[in-house]
């Protein structure tokens, strides 16, 4: 069965330093997305990425967020300088469509230092 | 701005001993209502998708159910197995928001032997 795959499952960075968050979406899906989960809070939507352009960004996503399609398989999520504060759980999503179910992958666990 | 609660917290349940879980929401559109199952440090799974009021989908002993105002996820005799965090949430066609989802915070359920 086709899954979102993300890597790596782990990062330790120190404060200030870039991330670069990888995710390869389901083969045959068209939209792309972010979202993060702070321990013990709700998952945040972030980012939606469709027709290697963002459609949609919450609050959240800043200026030091980027996101980017560099191929036909991967997705990535780069954080130019990190806070404390991004440290979070990071799932990449995909779906065949806008109104079609978005499947998630295992998720980065970010720790900034 | 579209918001999900969901009640209780947390449940726990003897094994075989049925309850529901609720999720209230208030969006302006509603393009679809979507359940999933987070496992610790976990990314979320995919159960149901509802698009209208009246709807209702089941896989296994899990069944669940919309109403313009609402859904319930009816667990029928429990295993342990079953134990996880239940999320909730919503896409909204609301202010521009297109593709996003809005999680709430979830329900822990536990199901002991």
């Known amino acids: 069965e086709p899954e979102v795959t993300q890597t790596p499952s782990h990062q330790v960075t120190q404060m200030g330093q870039e991330v670069i968050l990888r995710c390869v979406p389901i083969s045959n899906h068209l939209y792309f997305y972010w979202y993060r989960q702070i321990l013990g809070q709700k998952v945040e939507f972030l980012v939606s990425?469709?027709?290697?352009?963002?459609?949609?960004k919450s609050e959240i996503f800043d200026d030091q967020f980027s996101v980017e399609r560099p191929d036909g398989s991967n997705f990535t999520l780069k954080i130019r300088s990190t806070k404390l504060e991004d440290s979070a759980m990071y799932f990449c999503?995909?779906?065949?469509?806008?109104?079609?179910?978005?499947?998630f992958g295992p998720g980065t666990r970010l720790t900034v230092l | 701005e579209d918001q999900v609660t969901q009640s209780p917290e947390a449940l726990r349940l003897q094994e075989g001993e049925s309850s529901s879980l609720n999720c209230s929401y208030t969006?302006?559109?509603?393009?679809?209502l979507f359940w999933y199952r987070q496992d610790p440090g976990k990314g979320p799974e995919f159960l149901f998708t509802?698009?209208?009021a009246g709807e209702e989908k089941e896989k296994e002993r899990l069944k669940a159910t919309l109403t313009k105002k609402e859904s319930f996820l009816h667990i029928t005799a429990p295993k342990p197995e079953d134990s996880a965090t239940y999320l909730c949430?919503?896409?909204?066609?609301?202010?521009?928001?297109?593709?996003?989802?809005?999680f709430g915070k979830g329900t822990l359920l536990t199901v002991n032997p």
């Open positions: 509802l698009y209208s």
């Open positions: 990425f469709y027709n290697n352009e963002i459609s949609e």
């Open positions: 999503a995909s779906s065949g469509g806008a109104v079609n179910t978005q499947y």
């Open positions: 969006v302006s559109g509603l393009r679809g």
């Open positions: 949430a919503v896409q909204a066609n609301s202010g521009g928001s297109n593709y996003k989802l809005t």
